[in-house]
């Protein structure tokens, strides 16, 4: 099968600057989260890890 994509792919001029963008692309992305994470002060860390055991939102939601 990959003969199919790589005959096909062939006809397309500049067509090998795609992997290398894609490659860039994720790569940029995955770093940046990463940075993110880091910075998040610890405070809001704690917040968010206590959301799903929260009482008074599941309370709140299912109420309504």
Same mark, same amino acid.
């Given at each position: 099968?990959?003969?199919?994509?790589? !005959? *096909?792919?062939?006809?397309?001029?500049?067509?090998?600057?795609?992997?290398?963008?894609?490659?860039?692309?994720?790569?940029?992305?995955?770093?940046?989260?990463?940075?993110?994470?880091?910075?998040?002060?610890?405070? *809001?860390i704690d917040e968010i890890s206590q959301l799903p055991l929260d009482n008074d939102n599941?309370?709140?939601?299912? !109420?309504?």
């Amino acid at each position: 099968m990959l003969k199919f994509i790589k !005959h *096909n792919l062939e006809g397309i001029d500049g067509v090998e600057i795609y992997p290398i963008i894609s490659l860039l692309l994720f790569f940029t992305v995955f770093v940046t989260m990463i940075f993110f994470v880091y910075k998040l002060p610890k405070k *809001n860390i704690d917040e968010i890890s206590q959301l799903p055991l929260d009482n008074d939102n599941n309370k709140e939601l299912t !109420h309504e």
